[in-house]
C-alpha cells in the first residue's frame, strides 16, 4: 500500500537554529516527490519536485533532497515567517493521478 | 503566472441550502482537482478532472456535485449538506492528470454547515 509519513510531527526552532524535516515513502517505482508549504487556513503553496534519487532542489533557506526510501527538507537559519506546516506528497502507483500526501510538519520559529 | 483563485473564500450554509463553489485557472493547465481539508489533516482528494471530463470520483456522496463548464473553469454544487461536511475546499491545476506534474493550489473555500 502505497503511504507517506513525516515526521517530527511538530517542531519548534529559535530563528536561526537549523533542522531537517523528514518524508519517507513507500511506494512502487517512485516517479516522483513534491514538497508544499501551508499556512493556516490557506491553500498549499508549492515549493519543490524531486523525481530522482540525488536530486537536490534549493529556495532561500529551504533545500530538499531525494533519497530511494526518504527525502529532507533542510531550512537554513530559519526566520519566524518559515512558521508553517510543510507537506510532503508522491504520486500513486496506480497511476491515476491522485497524491499521496504525509500528515505534514508543523513547524513553529521563534525570534 | 501560478495562480488559481476560488470564490467564494468563506461560506456559510444551512443543511437545506443549495451553493456552488467556483474555481479559476489561466495557466492553460488540464487538469483540475477538488480537494477536501479538515483541521490539521493533509489535503483529501475529492474529484479529478482531465480534459474537461471526470476522471476521478474518490466515492464522494452524491451531495457534492462537481462541473467542468470549461479547460479553466471547475465548480462544485453543494446540496444538502452536513455539518460534517464543514471544511476548506480547494481546488488545484496541474499540466495533465499524470500526477508528474506539480499541483498549483487555490486559497480555498471556507465552509461552515450548520
Known amino acids: 500500500e502505497d503511504q507517506v509519513t513525516q515526521s517530527p510531527e511538530a517542531l519548534r526552532l529559535q530563528e536561526g537554529e537549523s533542522s531537517s524535516l523528514n518524508c519517507s515513502y513507500t511506494?512502487?517505482?517512485?516517479?516522483?516527490l513534491f514538497w508544499y508549504r501551508q499556512d493556516p487556513g490557506k491553500g498549499p503553496e508549492f515549493l519543490f519536485t524531486l523525481y530522482s534519487a540525488g536530486e537536490e532542489k534549493e529556495k532561500e533557506r529551504l533545500k530538499a533532497t531525494l533519497t530511494k526510501k526518504e527525502s529532507f527538507l533542510h531550512i537554513t537559519a530559519p526566520k519566524p515567517e518559515d512558521s508553517a506546516t510543510y507537506l510532503c506528497a508522491v504520486p500513486g502507483s496506480s497511476n491515476t493521478g491522485k497524491l499521496i500526501f504525509g500528515q505534514g510538519t508543523t513547524l513553529q520559529v521563534k525570534p | 503566472d501560478t495562480e488559481v483563485t476560488q470564490t467564494p473564500k468563506h461560506l456559510v450554509m444551512g443543511m437545506t441550502n443549495k451553493k456552488s463553489l467556483k474555481c479559476e485557472q489561466h495557466?492553460?493547465?488540464?487538469?483540475m482537482y477538488w480537494y477536501k481539508q479538515k483541521a490539521k489533516k493533509p489535503p483529501e482528494l475529492m474529484f479529478v478532472?482531465?480534459?474537461?471530463?471526470?476522471?476521478i470520483n474518490e466515492s464522494v456522496p452524491s451531495r457534492f456535485s462537481p462541473e467542468c463548464p470549461n479547460s479553466s473553469l471547475l465548480n462544485l454544487h453543494l446540496h444538502a449538506l452536513q455539518p460534517e461536511d464543514s471544511a476548506l475546499y480547494l481546488c488545484?491545476?496541474?499540466?495533465?492528470?499524470?500526477?508528474?506534474?506539480?499541483?498549483?493550489f487555490g486559497p480555498g473555500t471556507r465552509l461552515t454547515v450548520l
Open positions: 511506494v512502487s517505482g517512485l516517479r516522483g
Open positions: 488545484a491545476s496541474s499540466q495533465d492528470s499524470t500526477g508528474l506534474t506539480e499541483q498549483f
Open positions: 478532472y482531465s480534459y474537461e471530463k471526470l476522471s
Open positions: 495557466m492553460g493547465h488540464r487538469a
